[in-house]
């Protein structure tokens, strides 16, 4: 998922990065990344939070993901920060550029992800990376170590179909003894937080060459 964010985001940033004179061209890559990163991080945190039928909720088309949106919010707060501390760019212009592009990337994964044609992106592979889960597109997800619902393809749970039970207005608990979404939020939440958890002991001996967070995932793509 982060390096078809990633592109996804270069695409998408030409006014607010690409061709920005407040970011120098040779750290146009860097501040992609660092976008790349806001979001990832965000929806994982989100999760991490029990915050998934929020993030399903950004994923049903009914509206066009904004600021307004908590998680928005704090992604665009997030990448303000850090671009301020990074590009050493000023408050104003750091929230003029987070604020116009981060809803704008959002709009358009989820745009693609409503997209039966697309096959870069994927509910059940973006919650799979976000969780360390499966990430195979169309597949549903199976978290490591955990018991989770039999979908009736196989085992894991497939967040396309929530995602459209979401979209009719389902999801209601009818008490059949079946899992019920609440247990799957706990599930997903546990496994975001134990990936999160996880991270930064991964991510420590390469802070100082990459930047820090999840940057060194994306080395290769950011020349750094």
Same mark, same amino acid.
Request: net charge negative; glycine share 16%.
């Given at each position: 998922?982060l390096?078809?964010?990633?592109?996804?985001?270069?695409q998408?940033?030409?006014?607010e990065?690409i061709?920005n004179?407040?970011?120098?061209?040779?750290?146009?890559n860097?501040a992609v990344?660092?976008a790349t990163?806001?979001?990832?991080?965000?929806?994982?945190?989100?999760l991490?939070?029990g915050g998934?039928?929020d993030?399903?909720?950004?994923?049903?088309?009914?509206?066009?993901p904004?600021?307004?949106n908590?998680?928005?919010?704090g992604?665009?707060?997030?990448?303000v920060?850090?671009?301020m501390?990074?590009?050493?760019?000023d408050?104003?212009?750091?929230?003029?550029?987070?604020?116009?592009?981060?809803?704008?990337v959002?709009?358009?994964?989820?745009?693609?992800?409503?997209?039966?044609?697309?096959?870069?992106?994927?509910?059940?592979?973006i919650?799979?990376?976000?969780?360390g889960?499966s990430t195979q597109?169309?597949?549903p997800? !199976?978290f490591?170590?955990? $018991? /989770?619902p039999?979908?009736?393809?196989? %085992? *894991?749970?497939?967040?396309?179909?929530? #995602? @459209?039970?979401?979209t009719s207005?389902?999801?209601?608990?009818?008490?059949?003894?079946?899992?019920?979404?609440?247990?799957?939020?706990?599930?997903?939440s546990?496994?975001?937080s134990g990936?999160? !958890?996880?991270?930064?002991? $991964? /991510?420590?001996?390469?802070?100082?060459q %990459? *930047?820090?967070?999840?940057?060194?995932? #994306? @080395?290769?793509?950011?020349?750094?």
């Amino acid at each position: 998922m982060l390096e078809q964010l990633f592109n996804l985001i270069q695409q998408e940033s030409e006014h607010e990065i690409i061709s920005n004179p407040v970011i120098p061209n040779d750290h146009n890559n860097q501040a992609v990344g660092l976008a790349t990163e806001s979001i990832f991080n965000g929806l994982q945190g989100a999760l991490a939070n029990g915050g998934l039928k929020d993030v399903l909720g950004m994923f049903t088309g009914s509206s066009a993901p904004s600021t307004n949106n908590p998680i928005v919010g704090g992604i665009v707060n997030n990448m303000v920060g850090g671009l301020m501390k990074k590009f050493g760019i000023d408050s104003p212009a750091a929230t003029s550029i987070a604020a116009s592009l981060i809803p704008k990337v959002l709009a358009s994964v989820v745009g693609k992800t409503n997209d039966p044609t697309n096959k870069n992106f994927d509910i059940n592979g973006i919650i799979g990376a976000l969780t360390g889960g499966s990430t195979q597109q169309g597949s549903p997800v !199976q978290f490591p170590g955990t $018991q /989770q619902p039999q979908a009736p393809s196989g %085992s *894991g749970v497939d967040f396309g179909g929530i #995602l @459209k039970s979401i979209t009719s207005g389902g999801l209601d608990a009818n008490n059949d003894g079946k899992m019920g979404l609440d247990d799957i939020i706990g599930m997903v939440s546990k496994a975001a937080s134990g990936v999160q !958890q996880q991270q930064p002991q $991964q /991510q420590q001996p390469q802070q100082q060459q %990459s *930047g820090g967070g999840m940057l060194h995932m #994306l @080395k290769g793509l950011i020349g750094g």
